[in-house]
């Protein structure tokens, strides 16, 4: 076992496919809340570890912990990606939903997404648009499965991300799915700032979220910032209480009631004064 070019390799379980994925997966996630930590860690490494050896000692089983965890990015626990990467073969089409390059660093881009495959704009993501979003999935990594096998993943994943069993995803699901990354305000700290910090960290902040390049923010941009901005202080908002949000940001800061959010309208917020071009 070793690491390849900062990707874990996987340990090569035999047979493991799809749906003992989900078995394995369900089984060790016993607290069902996405990752497997703490304790947990413990039974999954005991587990791997009598697959291959005779005698499992608590000294080997922190051993193979230490050495796994320090090739997964992350605060010592296992996603499902990670779990993926470890444990399918490389040859299996379903670990292509899971590929660590899908990680998505801007909420505005999984904004986007989301209202790409939610065709119907009912909030949800139903199986039949999870199945939408999975075939286009699969044909970006040059894959073109049959619908049955297709048919099969999506029930798949809705089993392994829906969380509250009612046959959809929501916002928060559909983020787990694609590996949407740690929220990206959550690295400055406005308050305590000088304003000379303040003015740089505002040209970060408005340059990552204005996707487009527009010097304003619209559309998925207003959403997107939004979404962190609130689950700052609100983890795991729904899609309801988003269009809410992003409805009363709009209404506080398009001072020139153009729909769109102006740079300087946002520095008005934030407290950082800029001049109004
Ligand atoms: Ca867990
Ligand atoms: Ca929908
Ligand atoms: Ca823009
Ligand atoms: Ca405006």
């Known amino acids: 076992m070793c690491s390849q070019g900062g990707k874990v390799t996987p340990v090569g379980l035999h047979g493991v496919n799809s749906q003992s994925f989900l078995e394995i997966w369900r089984h060790f996630d016993v607290d069902d809340n996405g990752y497997i ?30 050495k796994l965890l320090s090739e997964v990015p992350g605060e010592g626990r296992l996603k499902i990606h990670d779990m993926a990467a470890l444990l399918l073969p490389e ?31 009912s909030g949800c993501i139903s199986s039949t648009e999870l199945k939408d979003f999975l075939r286009d999935l699969l044909m970006k990594h040059g894959k073109v499965v049959p619908e049955g096998q ?22 928060n ?14 690295q400055f700290q406005l308050e305590d700032a000088s304003q000379e910090e303040r003015c740089r960290d505002f040209e970060k902040i ?4 204005d996707v487009s390049n527009t010097g304003t923010l619209e559309g998925a941009e207003v959403e ?3 979404k962190d901005m609130m689950e700052l202080v609100r983890p795991s908002l729904s899609t309801r209480e988003l269009t809410q949000l992003t409805q009363s940001l709009l209404k506080r800061c398009d ?16 407290g950082v004064r800029l001049r109004k071009p």
Do not use: C, P
């Open 91 to 121: 040859d299996e089409t379903f670990l292509l939903l899971f590929k660590r390059d899908a990680t998505l660093d801007n909420t505005v881009d999984f904004i986007q997404i989301w209202h790409k495959y939610d065709k119907d704009s």
């Open 206 to 209: 408005f340059s990552h979220y």
């Open 255 to 270: 001072s020139n009631q153009d729909g769109k959010i102006q740079k300087w309208e946002l520095g008005l917020i934030l």
């Open 173 to 186: 699901d559909m983020a787990r799915i694609l590996n949407v990354k740690e929220n990206f305000l959550l």
């Open 37 to 66: 930590e703490g304790k947990e860690l413990d039974h999954f490494f005991t587990h791997l570890l009598t697959q291959t050896e005779n005698a499992v000692s608590a000294a080997k089983v922190t051993d193979l912990k230490q």
């Open 150 to 171: 297709l048919s099969g993943y999506t029930s798949t994943m809705m089993q392994l991300f829906d969380k509250n069993n009612d046959g959809r995803l929501d916002l």
């Open 224 to 226: 997107g910032f939004a």
